[in-house]
């Protein structure tokens, strides 16, 4: 399968950088979460009329939503998906050194015993395998040539 360079880039962003990216949507959810006054349960809050606008509860829980279907949330579940997938396999080693740790080729092909050839085959294997998830989810949207 031949995948367009700038989704190979596109997909290893995301293996590079998912944790990162996790880590902005946890904040933004949080600001999201505690952007909103609580009240004690009784406490007085007005007549009760509405005045056709959504209250900062509904608007708060309406863009955690937004945040929960963006398109870095669920490229960030893919990949945590694809990776749990590749436990207990060859490749989870080079899932670890390559982009989690990111560790540099030479030392990662020195750590596994392996010849660069077999280490990029196996890299093109997981950024393939990731191409295929993605576009059973949609996320790639015609982006295979």
Known sequence: MIIKQ??????????????????????????????????????????????GYSSKVEDAALKILDINNSDDAKWCRLIDDVIKEFDNTEYKDVIELTFNK?????????????????????????????????SEEGLLKNKLS
């Open 6 to 51: 700038e989704t190979c880039k596109r997909i290893e962003r995301y293996l590079f950088s998912r944790f990162e990216i996790k880590e902005q949507l946890e904040i933004e959810i949080e600001d999201a979460t505690y952007g909103v006054k609580t009240r004690h349960l009784g406490e007085e809050i007005g007549g009760g009329i509405s005045n």
């Open 102 to 134: 990111q560790y540099r080729i030479p030392k990662i092909v020195r750590l596994l015993n392996m010849d660069r050839s077999t280490y990029y085959n196996k890299r093109n294997d997981i950024v393939t395998y990731v191409a295929l998830k993605a």
